[in-house]
């Protein structure tokens, strides 16, 4: 038990300092989060496949996309975490042009793409946004002050992952 938990640690701080040499830049909160993820991971980790995700996300999206927000560390992250960065790219700018129907556009939005997309293969996307926007409709008649801000419109695609087994439609079961 002490050996792997001392094990996971290190890989957390090597993670970590990792991410702040080839990314000095980014947000400081960023670095633990994105170091969590990666030590969560058994599999080897380094700077030429993140830098290989970010071109990745610079091909594939615009200047002024919210990809490049402040979730940027994040999904960049969650790619080079895959075994197949270039398919869960399109897959999440597949999920992120379905909730860009139904959601204001957000900085964390394509994070919410991302992890949506990624469970959603296979199964109707556009039933599962639909799902979200009913939650966050949901929420928002409940709790109207605390979802106001652009950083709830994340939640309701997670959420929709959760409960989409319990209140699918009819014609999926």
Same mark, same amino acid.
């Given at each position: 038990?002490? %050996?792997?938990?001392?094990?996971?640690?290190?890989?957390?701080?090597?993670?970590?300092?990792?991410? /702040?040499?080839?990314?000095?830049?980014?947000?400081?909160?960023?670095?633990?989060?994105?170091?969590?993820?990666? !030590?969560?991971?058994?599999?080897?980790?380094?700077?030429?496949?993140?830098?290989?995700?970010?071109?990745?996300?610079?091909?594939? %999206?615009?200047?002024?996309?919210? #990809?490049? =927000?402040?979730?940027?560390?994040?999904?960049?992250?969650?790619?080079?975490?895959?075994?197949?960065?270039?398919?869960?790219? !399109? #897959? &999440?700018?597949?999920?992120?042009?379905?909730?860009? %129907?139904? #959601?204001?556009?957000?900085?964390?939005?394509?994070?919410?793409?991302?992890?949506?997309?990624? +469970?959603?293969?296979?199964?109707?996307?556009?039933?599962?946004? &639909?799902?979200?926007?009913?939650?966050?409709?949901?929420?928002?008649?409940?709790?109207?002050?605390? %979802? =106001?801000?652009?950083?709830?419109?994340?939640?309701?695609?997670?959420?929709?992952?959760? +409960? +989409?087994?319990? +209140?699918?439609?009819?014609?999926? /079961?």
């Amino acid at each position: 038990m002490r %050996t792997s938990l001392s094990h996971r640690c290190a890989r957390f701080l090597d993670a970590r300092d990792m991410l /702040r040499r080839a990314f000095p830049f980014a947000h400081a909160q960023m670095i633990p989060i994105c170091a969590g993820m990666a !030590a969560g991971q058994d599999r080897p980790w380094d700077a030429g496949r993140l830098y290989a995700c970010r071109d990745l996300i610079q091909e594939e %999206t615009g200047l002024f996309s919210n #990809f490049r =927000g402040a979730g940027h560390l994040a999904v960049i992250t969650l790619l080079a975490l895959s075994p197949a960065p270039e398919e869960r790219m !399109a #897959f &999440a700018l597949q999920g992120y042009k379905v909730l860009r %129907t139904r #959601f204001y556009a957000s900085q964390y939005l394509p994070l919410a793409a991302l992890l949506l997309a990624d +469970w959603a293969r296979g199964r109707d996307l556009d039933g599962v946004a &639909a799902r979200a926007e009913e939650i966050y409709r949901r929420m928002k008649r409940e709790h109207p002050f605390l %979802t =106001g801000s652009r950083f709830c419109w994340p939640c309701p695609p997670i959420q929709s992952r959760r +409960w +989409w087994i319990r +209140w699918r439609p009819a014609t999926t /079961r």
